[in-house]
């Protein structure tokens, strides 16, 4: 057997069957300590796809963190087929301090495919891009809620792309959404480059909920199955995703402490309450009732919200591919607040 050719990526040539950890300069500190983008590659010893999967582009969202590790921990160079790029943590400097953004308050993924000499923002896009996804074919961007909101395991991408749904199905989240492109973001310039994109949301910022990682764990094994890199995980198949095209926030109608009944995951049904706002006495200021049939993909944590705030996030779910249509702009919908 012809072995494989040795993986190129920053100044570093990685050898077939062999995993290297590099780190990729992005700045100095006035400390004069450099900051580096962490990077693992694991380059299979026989041919296959090349795929890459990132986590913490914003620096708040740790859940993403943790399934990087774990995929790594059990992906073998010499049985792999194809090449894995993981990279743990964008968002290196967000990170370190827990915030969303960078220090110049910018938001990393308003910022690609960015630029080699624009803000810092923009050099790391452009890192991350020539580096990461120029090679790829394929790539798992993980993200967890925001604004004190958790979400359920979730995939979003565009549906309507017959491969990118393919993998979607095949990394059997509990949900699949279909979600329009946001200037900017990783996900869009990385379509642009011709590769397929899964947004995988789960769980809240800056917290390591196990049932998130577990899942995203899970659905990154699969997708990497389904393209043929690794054996098929031994493991109960996972409960068929259901397929949303629409989704939108039931909003408070009042300014009171939130008591939530509606769980992650529950179906529910048009007028149903899922819970009720409260003053600080215990009297019941309002009830709030879903706005639409759906399933519970998100919600807030907070325990005071004002009137108009959003509480629960509900999709719409079909029952059969016709009822598909272009899901509806939302000001306050996950694409815009945790891929933002």
């Not at 359920?152 to 989240?173: H, K, M, N, Y």
């Amino acid at each position: 057997m012809v072995p494989r050719d040795s993986f190129e990526i920053g100044p570093v040539r990685v050898r077939a069957g062999r995993k290297q950890a590099l780190a990729l300069p992005i700045t100095r500190l006035v400390t004069g300590a450099d900051v580096d983008l962490p990077i693992r590659v694991v380059h299979g010893r026989h041919e296959g796809p090349t795929v890459w999967i990132d986590a913490a582009i914003h620096g708040d969202e740790a859940v993403g963190v943790e399934v990087v590790r774990q995929v790594l921990a059990d992906l073998d160079a010499k049985k792999l087929r194809g090449t894995l790029i993981a990279v743990p943590i964008v968002n290196v400097l967000g990170f370190m301090n827990g915030d969303r953004y960078l220090p110049d308050r910018r938001d990393l993924n308003r910022s690609f495919p960015g630029s080699r000499r624009g803000s810092l923002a923009a050099r790391i896009a452009h890192l991350m891009m020539t580096e990461v996804v120029a090679k790829c074919e394929v790539g798992i961007d993980l993200h967890t809620g925001s604004d004190r909101r958790t979400n359920l395991p979730q995939i979003r991408a565009d549906l309507e792309d017959e491969r990118t749904r393919e993998l979607s199905i095949a990394f059997g989240a509990p949900v699949m959404m279909h979600a329009r492109l946001r200037d900017g973001s990783l996900r869009a310039a990385a379509r642009e480059a011709g590769a397929k994109v899964l947004l995988y949301e789960a769980g809240e910022a800056w917290r390591m909920d196990g049932w998130a990682v577990d899942a995203g764990v899970r659905g990154v094994r699969r997708v990497l199955a389904h393209l043929g890199m690794i054996d098929p995980p031994e493991e109960d198949p996972p409960t068929p995703t259901l397929e949303s095209w629409r989704s939108g926030w039931v909003r408070a109608r009042g300014t009171g402490m939130l008591h939530l009944e509606a769980e992650l995951g529950q179906r529910v049904a048009k007028g149903e309450r899922l819970g009720g706002l409260f003053d600080s006495f215990g009297k019941r200021v309002r009830l709030v009732h879903a706005d639409r049939d759906g399933v519970v993909i998100g919600r807030t944590e907070a325990p005071l919200v004002s009137s108009g705030d959003a509480v629960v996030h509900l999709a719409e779910v079909l029952e059969s591919p016709a009822q598909a249509v272009e899901s509806e702009p939302h000001p306050d919908s996950v694409e815009e607040t945790d891929e933002a």
